[in-house]
T-cell receptor
C-alpha cells in the first residue's frame, strides 16, 4: 500500500516571499501520478499541480512548481511570490495507474500567508 | 471543463436516521466517480468509487453504501447513521483516462 507523509503540520510565509512544502511517499510502483491540492477555508479541494512519475521535468503552473525526486520519493511544492489568497491547507496526494485508482492523501500542511 | 455538484451543503441528522447525499457531474461522460470522507483536520479517505452505472467498489467496511443510478449521478446512503459518520464528504470526478480528480464543494454532515 502507498503512504504519503507531510512532515510540516503548519508553515508561515510573508507576502511576496517563497515557501516550500515537503512531501514524501512510499510505493513499489514504477509509474504513478502525484498531486498537490489546496483546501482554503471554504473546504473546496482545488487541484494545484500534477506530476507524472515517468516525466523527469518538474511541473510548473504559474507561481507553483514542484521538485520531484523519484529516487528519493520526494515531491515538494514551491510557491513563489506568495499571496494572501494562498492561505490554505495543502495536501499532497498519490495516484497509481489503474483505470480507477484512489488518491492517497497526506495529512496536510496548513500555510498562513502574512502581511 | 467538468463541474461537480453536491447537496445538501450542510446536514444535521440524529443518530439512527437515514442518509442520502447526492453528487452530479456536468461536462463529461462516463467519468470515474469517488466518495471521500475527511475527518476534522485530516486528509481524505476513500469510501467508494465507481467506473460506470451500477458498478460500485468499496474501500472500507462501514455503515454506508453507494449507488450510481445514472452515468453522472453518485449517491451516498445509510439506513441508520452513527455518531462516527460525522464528517465532511467530498465527491470527485475523473475523466476516463485523464487521471486527475476534481472535487465538488462537499457536504458537512453532523450526526447528533
Amino acid at each position: 500500500a502507498q503512504t504519503v507523509t507531510q512532515s510540516q503540520p503548519e508553515m508561515s510565509v510573508q507576502e511576496a516571499e517563497t515557501v516550500t512544502l515537503s512531501c514524501t511517499y512510499d510505493t513499489s510502483e514504477s509509474n504513478y501520478y502525484l498531486f498537490w491540492y489546496k483546501q482554503p477555508p471554504s473546504r473546496q479541494m482545488i487541484l494545484v499541480i500534477r506530476q507524472e512519475a515517468y516525466k523527469q521535468q518538474n511541473a510548473t503552473e504559474n507561481r507553483f512548481s514542484v521538485n520531484f525526486q523519484k529516487a528519493a520519493k520526494s515531491f515538494s511544492l514551491k510557491i513563489s511570490d506568495s499571496q494572501l489568497g494562498d492561505t490554505a491547507m495543502y495536501f499532497c496526494a498519490f495516484r497509481g495507474t489503474g483505470t480507477a485508482s484512489k488518491l492517497t492523501f497526506g495529512t496536510g500542511t496548513r500555510l498562513q500567508v502574512t502581511l | 471543463s467538468q463541474t461537480i455538484h453536491q447537496w445538501p451543503a450542510t446536514l444535521v441528522q440524529p443518530v439512527g436516521s437515514p442518509l442520502s447525499l447526492e453528487c452530479t457531474v456536468e461536462g463529461t461522460s462516463n467519468p470515474n466517480l469517488y466518495w471521500y470522507r475527511q475527518a476534522a483536520g485530516r486528509g481524505l479517505q476513500l469510501l467508494f468509487y465507481s467506473v460506470g452505472i451500477g458498478q460500485i467498489s468499496s474501500e472500507v467496511p462501514q455503515n454506508l453504501s453507494a449507488s450510481r443510478p445514472q452515468d453522472r449521478q453518485f449517491i451516498l446512503s445509510s439506513k441508520k447513521l452513527l455518531l462516527s459518520d460525522s464528517g465532511f464528504y467530498l465527491c470527485a470526478s475523473e475523466r476516463e483516462g485523464n487521471n486527475e480528480q476534481f472535487f465538488g464543494p462537499g457536504t458537512r454532515l453532523t450526526v447528533l
